[in-house]
């Protein structure tokens, strides 16, 4: 079992940046993958950016150069630095651990993420 708690969601101008960070109640050193989806409003649930377990990163073709995926294993975190936000980027963010290729994932329970003037 994963416990995961996701911080740093609100209201931001277009334009703006935010830090969303996700923190998990075991080591993430081993998860298989690590990452970020969002669900727009009236929208399916999609991939923003993930990190796999060697170090490689995946990211929606649309948040390219402006988001960033990070992870400390250390602190057992996974953040996203999301920069020149669009009205677009507007969705419930949710953090997703998947311990093995087989397994079913991990969620957290969403946090808010409003782009607008």
């Known amino acids: 079992q994963v416990q995961l708690v996701e911080s740093g969601g609100g209201l931001v101008q277009p334009g703006g940046s935010l830090r969303l960070s996700c923190a998990a109640s075991?080591?993430?050193?081993?998860?298989?993958?690590v990452g970020w989806y969002r669900q727009p409003p009236g929208k399916q649930r999609e991939l923003v950016a993930t990190?796999?377990?060697?170090?490689?990163?995946n990211y929606k073709d649309s948040v390219k150069g402006r988001f960033t995926i990070s992870r400390d294993h250390a602190k057992n975190t996974v953040d996203l630095q999301m920069d020149s936000l669009l009205p677009e980027d507007t969705a419930v963010y949710y953090c997703?651990?998947?311990?093995?290729?087989?397994?079913?994932?991990?969620w957290g329970q969403g946090t808010q993420i409003t782009v607008s003037s």
């Open positions: 997703n651990v998947r311990l093995r290729p087989d397994s079913p994932p991990y």
């Open positions: 075991r080591s993430i050193l081993n998860f298989y993958t």
């Open positions: 990190i796999m377990i060697g170090g490689t990163t």
